[in-house]
Structure formats: structure tokens, C-alpha cells
């Protein structure tokens, strides 16, 4: 296995991603990394995880997922601050580099980028949001529950991810596939509509969540939460689980009840739970068939007066848990077979 590369610039990246793909088409000789014979004219895979830091068993599946599809890999560490709107909260995410390039290198990434902000941003000033920065805007899809309690977040997270798209799809024929995990289920709803309407050539490619024995979403964040702060975290997957139980079951999802525990367990300051369609992110209420998103070519998500759920949903959760704010999101199916 050849040695990870770690690159600091957009030009050397670009350069050796170029001169890889070539190598990988020339070596495969007409078949996949599996072996399989490809159709005429078939071109290499890039596959891409942007990621900032702090690596878990979720970027891990990432990564191998990527690995199982790709002639070549790369990964990116970046913390970006356009995406935070609390500086404190920026300083204290976990940073640990070298022995997350160890975990990239044992999983089989080709190349790492890991770009000082100047790299990302020329001219920008830590902290000065009033850099002279073009900057891209998420939308209304990037000012609901995360992007309202956060304002800007999704803004910064559309701006780097656009910026990394640029850097890593490379001047040379190739399919690309970025690769996300479904924990930050707003976030991927963003970035696929952001692929939509900037015409990007890339594929995203997302993973389920990866979760602790007790049910919590593995994230980067869970460094900072104490032993009794993870036990406290729990209560969040917990909750979600019991709205996907009752949908399944084909019972009323009751989430306002469910809403009415969280506010009482210790150590969970909730900001929200509510059940959302997965393209739209709009709440769903009792009675209200949604009309958009990828339900409405037949019969919409909707929920009846009587709090039943007919179609797929998302239900997303945000709390704060000691000094951390966590996300969560599970994916909801009906079981009352429409």
C-alpha cells in the first residue's frame, strides 16, 4: 500500500490527483477495482470525503466505502469557520491531526488535504466577518431548525463545500463521488440541491448513521461530553427511536409527547424535535399532505388528523448536552402500507 499524502495547497492536490487518475486508468486495463470487465470508454472514480477532523468510526465507513469504489481517494481536514457562529464553539473543536492522518493511511486514502485557512480563504482574518469573502448562500432550504438556530451555518458550509468541489474534481476524465453521513441529514439536503443548482459533476453518496452501544450518533463533538454527559446524550437517540417505532407500527407518532420527556431529562437542553420531508425539510402537521419534494409524484409524506404518518419522513432532533450542541436524524417509514 503506498504511503498517504499530505497535501497543503489546491494546485499540488489537483496536480497529483490528475496525474493518479491517469495511472489508475492505464493500470485497470479495461476492469474495475473488483475486477469486472467495464464498457468501452468507462473512466476512473474519484472518490472524495470532506470531513473536519476529529475522526470517528462514521468517517471510517466513509472511507471504506469510498475505497470499495474508487481508483483513487481523497480526504479533506479542514475545520471551517464560516460555519460556526460561535467563536468559542470554533476554538474548541477537537482537533487532532496526526493521528487522524494515521486512520486515513490505515483505511487506504490516497491523499489528504489539509488547507491553512489563507489556502481557503485569501485575505480572511479569524474571527472578521467582514472579510472580503464571495461567499455562496444556502437558501431557504439552509435557514430551517439548524440554519434558524445557527444563522449563517449552512451558508458557510455550501461556501467550503462548493470551494473543495472545485479543488478536488479534477481537469481529466473522471467519475467523482463525494461521500457524507446521514447524521447531518440537513446538511446533506443542502449540499444536494446545492450540486442541483451549481451544476457540480459530482455524485454525493451518503452512509447511515454509525451510533454508540447506547444509541448515540457517533460525532467529532463527543469528545468534549463527559462519562455522565454521554449518558445524559442517549436521551436523544432515544427519542427518535420511539417516533420511528410508532411510525413503523403504524401508530400516531405522539411527538409532542416525546418532545414533553426530553424537557424533563437531566442534562438535555432541547432546541427541537420535529418530523421534516427529507427534501423539502418543511414540518409535517397532522392533516397536511406535503406536496413537494420526492413524494410528490404520487402520493405525498403526509400525517392524518390522527397523528399517523403515511409516506417516508425524516425526524431531526438538536440539543445541547453540557457544552456541546448535538444533532441527530432517523429515517421514518410508515407501516401502514402506503
Known amino acids: 500500500m503506498t504511503e498517504i499524502r499530505v497535501m497543503r495547497t489546491a494546485a499540488e492536490l489537483r496536480a497529483a490527483v490528475v496525474d493518479a487518475l491517469?495511472?489508475?486508468?492505464?493500470?485497470?486495463?479495461?476492469?474495475?477495482?473488483?475486477?469486472?470487465?467495464?464498457?468501452?470508454?468507462?473512466?476512473?472514480?474519484l472518490g472524495f470525503v470532506p470531513t473536519m477532523g476529529a475522526l470517528h468510526a462514521g468517517h471510517a465507513s466513509l472511507i471504506e466505502a469510498a475505497r470499495a469504489e474508487a481508483d483513487v481517494v481523497v480526504a479533506s481536514i479542514f475545520v471551517n469557520p464560516l460555519q460556526f457562529d460561535d467563536d468559542a464553539d470554533y476554538r474548541a473543536y477537537p482537533r487532532q491531526l496526526q493521528t487522524d492522518v494515521e486512520l486515513l493511511d490505515a483505511h487506504g486514502?490516497?491523499?489528504?488535504?489539509v488547507p491553512e485557512i489563507e489556502e481557503m480563504y485569501p485575505g480572511y482574518q479569524d474571527g472578521d466577518s467582514a472579510a472580503p469573502l464571495v461567499r455562496v448562500e444556502a437558501g431557504e432550504l439552509?435557514?430551517?431548525?439548524?440554519?434558524?438556530?445557527?444563522?449563517?451555518?449552512?451558508?458557510?458550509?455550501?461556501?467550503?463545500?462548493?470551494?473543495?468541489?472545485?479543488?478536488?474534481?479534477?481537469?481529466?476524465?473522471?467519475r467523482v463521488q463525494a461521500w457524507f453521513g446521514e447524521k447531518d441529514a440537513e446538511q446533506l439536503a443542502v449540499i444536494r440541491r446545492m450540486v442541483i443548482d451549481l451544476d457540480h459533476p459530482v455524485e454525493i453518496r451518503s452512509l447511515p448513521i454509525v451510533r454508540d452501544p447506547s444509541g448515540l450518533a457517533q460525532s467529532s463533538r463527543n469528545q468534549r461530553l463527559s462519562e455522565q454527559e454521554h449518558r445524559q446524550a442517549a436521551a436523544l437517540s432515544a427519542a427518535l427511536f420511539q417516533v420511528h417505532d410508532r411510525a413503523a407500527q403504524g401508530q400516531p407518532l405522539e411527538v409532542d409527547g416525546v418532545v414533553a420527556q426530553l424537557n424533563l431529562a437531566d442534562g438535555v437542553d432541547l432546541d427541537y424535535l420535529v418530523v421534516v420531508d427529507p427534501s423539502t425539510l418543511q414540518e409535517i402537521e397532522p392533516g397536511q399532505i406535503q406536496p413537494g419534494g420526492e413524494q410528490a409524484a404520487g402520493s405525498g409524506v403526509r400525517?392524518?388528523?390522527?397523528?399517523?404518518?403515511?409516506?417516508?419522513?425524516?425526524?431531526?432532533?438538536?440539543?445541547?448536552?453540557?457544552?456541546?450542541?448535538?444533532?441527530?436524524?432517523?429515517?421514518?417509514r410508515s407501516g401502514t402500507g402506503s
Open 303 to 332: 400525517l392524518t388528523e390522527d397523528d399517523v404518518l403515511y409516506g417516508r419522513a425524516l425526524a431531526l432532533i438538536a440539543a445541547r448536552v453540557g457544552p456541546v450542541r448535538l444533532i441527530d436524524a432517523v429515517e421514518l
Open 142 to 174: 439552509g435557514r430551517r431548525w439548524e440554519g434558524a438556530s445557527r444563522p449563517g451555518h449552512f451558508d458557510g458550509v455550501v461556501t467550503v463545500v462548493n470551494k473543495l468541489f472545485n479543488i478536488v474534481t479534477p481537469q481529466a476524465p473522471a
Open 109 to 113: 486514502v490516497d491523499f489528504v488535504f
Open 22 to 45: 491517469h495511472r489508475a486508468g492505464r493500470d485497470r486495463a479495461g476492469r474495475d477495482r473488483a475486477g469486472r470487465d467495464l464498457p468501452a470508454g468507462a473512466v476512473p472514480t
